[in-house]
């Protein structure tokens, strides 16, 4: 190992405290992005709103695109839902920061400068999904899912879609979490390597298998249309392929390097041990020294250190 664990040990209860430390410090923060996200509930309303309009207009719906809410209470519920999802996303960083925190003292010196590297990475990779599902994924969505409102079989009959306001926001939350989340891909991959659990040959023996997994999870992600589906599946395959580079990079040594790295260390170890043995076996070197006893005085004998 290249560094070492903290000799300090803490019992169970005073992990139990700074568990707890660390969860009140994340809730306030939580609470304090909120609150700011508050203010501008209504722009962020009509930010996540913009795919649900462009598809609207695009896909020639009558009226003006529209979200409803079916009781007096339920777009101040939408407006308090939006603040968490907000507050949420400011306080992130600060969120994976204490995380790290409270497993920092297990880890080894050369894995804590990790920390700021994983808060950064982490934050970027989740808000690059969700910017990534919002900008590309979301319209398709979308365009997919309003296509068959309008006039039925050619007649004046019309299926006009009345969405609801609570609904929308959800099935947006979703939709951005799944893909933050599933961009945390090489984030995940670190950890793994780092403890040893997977390598870049794990990673490159089953490529093939994630090829499979990622078209699988874009279409669950997904509505059920290939363009979709390949939106998602395209970046996740990239993703994969710089997971196998980060196993590479930061993945623990195989056994057999292990072994080869300690037997090159121990060399000259063993060569001196070695030389020190063949020293003590030479009968000329043996006879000189008994030679050497027997012409000393006994006051010089009594003082010599007995040897073995």
């Given at each position: 190992?290249?560094?070492?664990?903290?000799?300090?040990?803490?019992?169970?209860?005073?992990?139990?405290?700074?568990?707890?430390?660390?969860?009140?410090?994340?809730?306030?923060?939580?609470?304090?992005?909120?609150?700011?996200?508050?203010?501008?509930?209504?722009?962020?309303?009509?930010?996540?709103?913009?795919?649900?309009?462009?598809?609207?207009?695009?896909?020639?719906?009558?009226?003006?695109?529209?979200?409803?809410?079916?009781?007096?209470?339920?777009?101040?519920i939408t407006y308090i839902t939006l603040s968490l999802i907000g507050g949420g996303i400011l306080s992130l960083p600060f969120v994976l920061f204490q995380v790290?925190?409270?497993?920092?003292?297990?880890?080894?010196?050369?894995?804590?400068?990790?920390?700021?590297?994983?808060?950064?990475?982490?934050?970027?990779?989740?808000?690059?999904?969700?910017?990534?599902?919002?900008?590309?994924?979301?319209?398709?969505?979308?365009?997919?899912?309003?296509?068959?409102?309008?006039?039925?079989?050619?007649?004046?009959?019309?299926?006009?879609?009345?969405?609801?306001?609570?609904?929308?926001?959800?099935?947006?939350a979703q939709m951005l979490l799944a893909f933050g989340v599933v961009f945390e891909l090489p984030v995940l991959v670190f950890f793994l390597s780092v403890a040893?659990?997977?390598?870049?040959?794990?990673?490159?023996?089953?490529?093939?298998?994630?090829?499979?997994?990622?078209?699988?999870?874009?279409?669950?992600?997904?509505?059920?249309?290939?363009?979709?589906?390949?939106?998602?599946?395209?970046?996740?395959?990239?993703?994969?392929?710089?997971?196998?580079?980060?196993?590479?990079?930061?993945?623990?040594?195989?056994?057999?390097?292990?072994?080869?790295?300690?037997?090159?260390?121990?060399?000259?170890?063993?060569?001196?041990?070695?030389?020190?043995?063949?020293?003590?076996?030479?009968?000329?070197?043996?006879?000189?020294?008994?030679?050497?006893?027997?012409?000393?005085?006994?006051?010089?004998?009594?003082?010599?250190?007995?040897?073995?």
């Amino acid at each position: 190992m290249t560094g070492r664990m903290e000799d300090t040990s803490m019992t169970f209860w005073e992990h139990l405290e700074e568990l707890r430390t660390r969860v009140i410090r994340m809730a306030v923060a939580f609470v304090v992005g909120s609150g700011i996200t508050w203010g501008f509930r209504e722009h962020l309303l009509l930010w996540i709103t913009e795919p649900f309009i462009t598809a609207w207009r695009n896909g020639a719906l009558p009226g003006e695109p529209s979200l409803h809410f079916a009781s007096p209470a339920a777009l101040f519920i939408t407006y308090i839902t939006l603040s968490l999802i907000g507050g949420g996303i400011l306080s992130l960083p600060f969120v994976l920061f204490q995380v790290w925190a409270f497993v920092a003292p297990g880890l080894y010196s050369h894995e804590k400068r990790h920390a700021l590297p994983f808060v950064i990475a982490s934050t970027g990779l989740f808000a690059a999904g969700g910017y990534f599902g919002f900008r590309l994924a979301f319209p398709q969505a979308f365009a997919f899912l309003l296509s068959d409102s309008g006039t039925v079989a050619g007649s004046s009959f019309q299926v006009v879609p009345t969405v609801m306001i609570g609904d929308y926001v959800s099935f947006v939350a979703q939709m951005l979490l799944a893909f933050g989340v599933v961009f945390e891909l090489p984030v995940l991959v670190f950890f793994l390597s780092v403890a040893g659990i997977v390598t870049h040959r794990h990673l490159i023996k089953y490529a093939r298998h994630f090829v499979i997994v990622a078209f699988v999870l874009g279409a669950v992600l997904t509505p059920p249309d290939p363009v979709s589906q390949l939106i998602l599946a395209t970046p996740l395959l990239l993703l994969y392929t710089i997971s196998i580079g980060i196993a590479y990079v930061f993945g623990r040594r195989s056994a057999p390097e292990t072994a080869a790295s300690e037997s090159l260390a121990s060399e000259p170890e063993a060569i001196h041990h070695r030389h020190r043995t063949a020293r003590s076996k030479d009968p000329t070197r043996r006879k000189r020294r008994r030679a050497k006893v027997s012409e000393a005085t006994p006051r010089e004998r009594r003082a010599r250190p007995a040897r073995s």
